[in-house]
């Protein structure tokens, strides 16, 4: 029996890899949809390695991207991302990509979705279909075509490229693009104090900003927040640990009935981060980040395991959590404001800024910004065996 083809792109956005595909070339039913979109990432692998499809065999490069035309008449597009879990028949559509955002925009305009100019810059606007939200995209052209090659250098990727700037608008809304109880604060405090049976008592920033994240001081963690990928992941102990914060703050966000729930059914969402003050390191790439080149360290985990570089989001409610006196990020500050706040991470070092105002007693984020790229890495079609589309 012949495969089912499937037009889709292969693209890189941010430190982040996926595949893409038109709405319209998908099935419109979500578990018809998932059982391919599974299929074509090569999951659930009990190897863990993707190796009968399209996913990378990380929480980086196991995503998936949906782009159609918007639904909304302030938009040119709705996007809707795919988290897969590599193990698991569970794709997790409760969040964003930040990063791949990056590369919604271009896909866009070569699908045909965007009307865009001829050289100079195309104004992307982009309806974030999981977190109802919207996001500008900058996308450079150059003689009809999205620029890709370009000098713009971003730690976590190898090669230069070209700059693709990204305003997230109203960033602290939640989910349903209203602003949650207590403001952007779920509890509608800056910390809290969580208590995770089995760990005792940490102190805690839960917050919705691009995506619900989670932020705990290193020290917390018995963790200097210098550390890379291998010290982390190679450490189940601790792992086992940042999951269970992560599992009932997000109980405590509203996002899950039982911490149990969360760990099967959410493993995206929200993610957990730790910071501490600057500690010079060797990032990944051999590079030397000096203390005094940073605001502060952070590090956050990704569908259970460490990031290689960070997550988009996760820089988004950095910069948030950073402008926003009180928090576990912005106490690392000495109550300034870093606008725009500069941080190291396993990779090396990253820029990200936040537009904050207080509004009757109440703390509004109106934009974040960021700069990423993104490249086609290949255009054509992804085969599916014909079990898996029925």
């Not at 040119?76 to 964003?96: H, K, M, R, T």
């Not at 109880?181 to 969580?194: C, E």
């Not at 805690?204 to 210098?226: S, Y």
């Not at 460490?306 to 402008?323: E, I």
């Amino acid at each position: 029996m012949a495969q089912h083809r499937i037009n889709a792109t292969y693209m890189r956005g941010g430190t982040s890899k996926g595949v893409f595909f038109r709405s319209d070339e998908l099935p419109a039913d979500p578990r018809q949809r998932d059982a391919i979109l599974l299929r074509v990432a090569g999951s659930p692998d009990p190897y863990e390695k993707q190796i009968d499809g399209m996913g990378g065999a990380t929480s980086s490069t196991s995503k998936v991207v949906i782009v159609g035309p918007s639904s909304r008449p302030d938009c040119d597009v709705d996007y809707l991302f795919g988290a897969v879990s590599i193990s698991e028949p569970v794709i997790d559509w409760s969040g964003n990509c930040g990063n791949l955002t990056s590369a919604v925009g271009p896909f866009a305009i070569a699908q045909g979705f965007v009307s865009a100019p001829e050289n100079g810059m195309a104004i992307v606007r982009i309806w974030q279909a999981n977190i109802n939200a919207t996001i500008i995209a900058h996308v450079p052209m150059q003689d009809g075509q999205v620029q890709e090659e370009g000098d713009f250098e971003l730690d976590g990727v190898t090669f230069p490229a070209a700059e693709i700037r990204l305003e997230f608008l109203d960033p602290g809304s939640s989910e349903d693009g209203e602003q949650a109880s207590g403001g952007m604060f779920p509890t509608g405090r800056a910390i809290d104090q969580l208590d995770v049976p089995g760990y005792g008592t940490c102190q805690v920033t839960m917050i919705n900003a691009g995506n619900p994240a989670i932020f705990v001081d290193a020290g917390a963690l018995g963790l200097k927040g210098n550390e890379l990928q291998g010290e982390v992941n190679s450490d189940a102990g601790l792992l086992a640990k940042c999951e269970a914060i992560r599992a009932h703050a997000a109980v405590r966000m509203g996002l899950g009935a039982t911490p149990e729930e969360v760990t099967s059914r959410r493993p995206h969402t929200p993610k957990l981060a730790f910071v501490s003050l600057p500690e010079a390191y060797i990032a990944s790439s051999g590079k030397r980040v000096d203390p005094r080149s940073v605001d502060i360290n952070a590090r956050i985990l990704s569908m259970g395991k460490l990031h290689h570089a960070m997550t988009g989001t996760g820089a988004v409610a950095l910069a948030v959590a950073g402008a926003i006196p009180g928090t576990v990020v912005s106490r690392l500050l000495n109550g300034s404001v870093a606008d725009p706040l500069r941080f190291g991470h396993p990779s090396g070092t990253m820029t990200v800024g936040a537009e904050a105002v207080l509004r009757e007693g109440s703390w509004t984020v109106t934009k974040a910004i960021m700069s990423r790229s993104a490249r086609r890495l290949m255009e054509g079609v992804v085969f599916v065996p014909s079990a898996s589309v029925r």
